[in-house]
């Protein structure tokens, strides 16, 4: 960089974007900078599986040629981004977060990375996951659980599954990151790390190249540090894949249509009573804030009473998620010789006593709540309720045979999108997260009332120290 040129540690993906636009930084400077900060903090925070330095570099020069030539590919051009250890590149080792498959080489190129790269971007590396994707809590006994940066003290859960691409964006480390989202894996670690996070629409993004979990559940998405930014990454990865062909019956219309729209006039939706009952104080205060934030924009907010609890929702998509996940590696779960993680072992197992008739029932039980929640939903654009009970807690009390996806899996198992997004900081120096629901295929509506909140707002702008 330059004297004159800015930090691009914690600019936005938009900023870095005008930067290079004005030509004020390069492609080289957003990568050696991403770089300086995984070589000074990845040694603790343990973000990334893997950090393709040589070939940065050498892409961010072609990036600048091309750019200082008039070839630019567009608004991401030169800019790097981390993927999620389940999300294959071909010749390139993806471990799906197991030690299993330490040294398995992915087969082909995953259209979300493909898309990518199409658009000029920068892989940088391979970041942490739970193993098989399979938990909330981001925790990984085998290959090392990354260290949420918020508290440098006393390890807290990064969230899961894709708990090293929230960290590495929080921490700096690389401005924005692809997670997948079967339970709550993308909205988890947004939450916990104070980022934006987006669960997609099942089928609105291919799953070519993704290690599968729930072939019925999973949906790859962004986490970065704005709305604005992740409309950005999204409108990258979505839209048909011939390799994928249930994307094929769905269009992908243009997020930034409406993104600045606001949010007069919307009818917004609001959980409230005895569902927040296991909410701590913090969070419950934050999200009270962000109610009251949207309403003096002019949208109309109205308790909601959701058609079952949200336990049921959970139980329905962890039935299908155990059934699923069971034939995808319930042979490696069932070899006591491999090194399984003990945590995720029984996780998967449970889908091994699922019968037939109980996989068809929990399918059909979850078209019935879909039902049932677009009757009772049908005057509402969006819904409001926290991403997480609570901001990210120690490790040590972390229990593993429970979840942080209450308020999540119910998104899965009704086929909703849904943002993650920061909303406050509690009295520990911890971000909260409001999490904006919407039906399905209308991730445009989640992502205009987000940038509406966030410009209303300046939690997004917040950032942990490391010192």
């Known amino acids: 960089m330059t004297q004159a040129s800015p930090d691009p540690t914690y600019m936005s993906l938009h900023a870095l974007s005008a930067a290079i636009t004005r030509g004020s930084l390069t492609s080289s400077d957003i990568v050696e900078c991403c770089l300086q900060r995984i070589a000074a903090h990845d040694g603790k925070l343990h973000a990334f599986v893997t950090v393709y330095e040589d070939e940065a570099r050498l892409a961010a020069r072609a990036a600048d040629q091309a750019i200082k030539s008039g ?39 995953a259209t979300v990375a493909q898309r990518l790269i199409n658009a000029g971007m920068i892989v940088i590396g391979k970041t942490h996951s ?33 708990s090293g691409s929230g960290v590495a ?52 998405g962004p ?32 997020p930034f249509a409406n993104l600045r729209r606001g949010v007069k006039g919307l009818r917004l939706a609001a959980i409230s009573g005895a569902e927040l009952a296991s909410t701590d104080a913090p969070t419950l205060a934050a999200f009270e804030a962000a ?49 399984v993680d003990p945590n995720v072992r029984p996780r998967i197992q449970l889908g091994r006593d699922i019968k037939a008739h109980e996989y068809l029932d929990a399918l059909a039980e979850k078209e019935a709540a879909k039902a049932e929640f677009a009757e009772a939903f049908m005057d509402f654009d969006a819904l409001l309720l926290p991403s997480t009970e609570t901001p990210a807690i120690p490790l040590e009390e972390v229990d593993e045979g429970g979840t942080p996806a209450l308020f999540t899996r119910a998104g899965n198992c009704l086929d909703l999108c849904a943002l993650s997004l920061p909303n406050g900081i509690s009295p520990d120096g911890l971000p909260t997260s409001l999490q904006i629901a919407c039906t399905g295929y209308d ?18 702008t917040r950032h942990p120290d490391l010192g």
């Open 71 to 109: 070839h630019r590919l567009g608004p991401l051009h030169g800019i790097p981004i981390a993927l999620k250890d389940i999300i294959d590149m071909e010749g390139r080792v993806t471990t799906g977060g197991s030690a299993v498959w330490r040294e398995r080489r992915s087969p082909t190129t």
């Open 130 to 162: 739970v193993e098989f994707a399979m938990g909330g809590w981001g925790t990984n006994s085998h290959l090392g659980t990354p260290w949420n940066p918020w508290d440098l003290e006393t390890q807290r859960t990064p969230g899961g599954s894709s």
């Open 169 to 220: 964006v929080a921490a700096g480390m690389v401005p924005a990151a692809i997670g997948t989202d079967t339970g709550g894996s993308v909205r988890l670690p947004a939450s916990y790390c104070g980022l934006a996070g987006l669960k997609t629409t099942v089928e609105r993004v291919s799953l070519h190249g993704i290690l599968p979990l729930s072939t019925t559940l999973d949906t790859p």
């Open 223 to 254: 986490m970065t540090r704005s709305v604005e930014d992740t409309a950005m990454i999204y409108d990258a990865i979505q839209g048909p894949d011939p390799l994928w062909p249930p994307t094929l019956a769905h269009n992908a219309p243009d």
């Open 291 to 339: 109610q009251n934030t949207l309403r003096d924009l002019g949208a109309s907010i109205s308790e909601f009473e959701m058609p079952r609890p949200f336990a049921d929702f959970a139980a329905i998509a962890g039935r299908i998620i155990g059934a699923e996940g069971y034939r995808f590696v319930g042979a490696l779960t069932d070899d006591p010789e491999l090194p």
């Open 443 to 460: 991730e445009a509506m989640a992502l205009r009332i987000g940038w509406a909140y966030e410009q209303a707002t300046d939690w997004h």
